[in-house]
């Protein structure tokens, strides 16, 4: 799919950040059920919980993340939007109008990690950005555009 991205309307910040939330919804009930199936487990084979223990804590920490990569990597590569980008009518493209590689997905959710880890303020500078780019679009060199109402 060729999208003609000079004719492309980019989405304002509230509407970034209506995916955002509409995603956390979907993402903490994701959570909720890998945590249940990594933390059950391993208390059942270790019979405490793995608050205790700070490399088990460290690792859940990293398993929690690996899996909102992944929520972000398969919706991305996988029709360019999310259910929260889908009700808001966002899609993510690289710089050309292409659909995004499985390696441009995971280098995306690097930089929106890092974006967002400072308050935000990697999101919010789309605010002052002469072309409403974040700082993970501008570093993974792609971009959200506003899907036309069907």
Excluded at 77 to 88: D, E, S
């Amino acid at each position: 799919m060729d999208f003609d991205i000079t004719r492309a309307q980019t989405p304002s910040l509230l509407r970034r950040l209506g995916a955002i939330v509409y995603d956390g919804l979907l993402l903490v009930g994701i959570l909720m059920i890998a945590t249940g199936l990594v933390s059950i487990p391993y208390g059942l084979i270790t019979g405490s919980d793995y608050y205790h223990n700070a490399l088990a804590l460290n690792l859940m920490r990293l398993i929690l993340l690996a899996v909102v990569g992944a929520f972000f990597v398969y919706f991305w590569t996988h029709g360019g939007q999310t259910l929260g980008m889908r009700a808001w009518r966002l899609r993510v493209l690289t710089d050309e109008g292409q659909p995004l590689t499985t390696g441009a997905a995971i280098k995306r959710f690097g930089w929106a990690f890092v974006s967002l880890l400072p308050a935000g303020l990697g999101l919010l500078w789309s605010l002052f950005d002469g072309d409403k780019l974040a700082w993970h679009d501008r570093k993974s060199q792609t971009r959200l555009v506003l899907v036309a109402k069907q």
